[in-house]
């Protein structure tokens, strides 16, 4: 029988899809290049790239005897992360406390509760040294909690180590070693160090690193001014980002995101998140100025349906001023 034990062993070896229909305008018509293909990693059982990085920080944290048996993953998230933890916390019987601001849509509280996983909302308009945000919070969780133990996706070495054993091998197999460019959001930069990491040693440096970044985040030399897409860009640089793997860093404004976002489902019938409209943004940026024979891989992290209330709601994207006649009309170039 064809049968696996449990959806852990599902995570990762996620599909590489042509992106067919969002490129018009960007490359040549017919057979001619480059291509852009795409990462899909809502085919993670935990429908997000996280899964990736949860099983192999868990595997760790259970080698070095940091998380004992029957132990507590505690963990500040509100999303992705939480549920590759609590996924494969269920299979090896961890308990799982997750600590969100309150500013996190109820959706996604209901989705890590569903799982099992127990959610701690705190509120949102404190300081981070304040004793109820959700800093603190966590910390002193994992400190009064016995068996408790912090994965802290921002600092964990194995986040970044996850992509360069499986992400990258992955591509340079699915491409045949034919890929010439690789983009990805930069979120905690696990994925892009990671992976970029790998890539650039297996062809000789020849593959380059493409950051996909929200107007006003770090990376691409902002202040740290606020943006609407969710799980990229900082205000701060995290220990698991590699300042030295990209190449160049694409800015992407949020209007530019969440078209292309609305693009690739109804076009592509890729229903993805905004962090994916951002980085199919900046692949295409790429391969205007690529040559034919390129092969420009894009990462995208997470499927759409988290999104439903907001990227995909008329009123929503109206309200921010993101939805005119032009955006829904508008011909790639004029948008881009
Ligand atoms: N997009 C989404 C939706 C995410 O949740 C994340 C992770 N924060 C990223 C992109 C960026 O990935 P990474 O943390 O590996 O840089």
Not at 165 to 189: D, K, N, S, Y
Not at 191 to 199: E, K, M, N, Q, V
Not at 296 to 317: A, Q
Request: charged share 25%.
């Amino acid at each position: 029988m064809h049968v696996h034990d449990s959806l852990v062993e599902l995570m990762g070896n996620t599909p590489l899809v042509r992106l067919r229909k969002v490129t018009a305008g960007h490359v040549p018509e017919g057979a001619a290049g480059p291509q852009v293909l795409a990462k899909v990693e809502y085919f993670n059982p935990g429908g997000s790239v996280k899964d990736r990085i949860a099983v192999r920080m868990i595997d760790a944290a259970e080698a070095s005897g940091e998380l004992p048996p029957g132990g507590t993953i505690v963990e500040p998230t509100s999303g992705n992360t939480g549920v590759g933890l609590a996924i494969v916390a269920q299979e090896r019987g961890y308990r799982c406390v997750f600590v969100c601001p309150d500013k996190v849509a109820k959706d996604k509280i209901d989705v890590l509760r569903a799982y099992g996983a127990e959610v701690v909302v705190c509120p949102t308009a404190v300081s981070p040294e304040h004793p109820d945000s959700y800093y603190s919070v966590s910390d002193r969780l994992a400190a009064d909690i016995p068996g408790a133990w912090k994965p802290n996706q921002y600092t964990n070495p194995n986040n970044p180590v996850s992509h360069y054993e499986t992400t990258g091998p992955e591509l340079w197999e699915q491409t045949e070693g034919r890929i010439t460019h690789f983009v990805a959001g930069i979120g905690t930069g696990g994925t892009i160090s990671g992976t970029g990491r790998y890539l650039k040693e297996v062809s000789g440096g020849r593959v380059r690193i493409i950051g996909a970044d929200p107007e006003g985040s770090v990376y691409s030399g902002g202040s740290g001014r606020p943006y609407l897409t969710e799980g990229v860009g900082e205000d701060i640089w995290p220990e698991t980002y590699d300042r030295d793997i990209c190449d160049e860093v694409i800015a992407v404004s949020d209007r530019d995101s969440f078209v292309m976002t609305r693009r690739l489902a109804r076009e592509d019938a890729m229903l993805v998140g905004g962090s994916c409209g951002m980085a199919v943004v900046a692949a295409l940026r790429v391969a205007e100025r690529a040559g034919p024979d390129d092969v420009i891989v894009v990462l995208l992290p997470d499927g759409g349906r988290g999104y439903l209330s907001k990227i995909f709601n008329d009123e929503w994207m109206a309200d921010y001023g993101f939805l005119t006649p032009s955006t829904e009309e508008a011909r790639v170039g004029e948008v881009l």
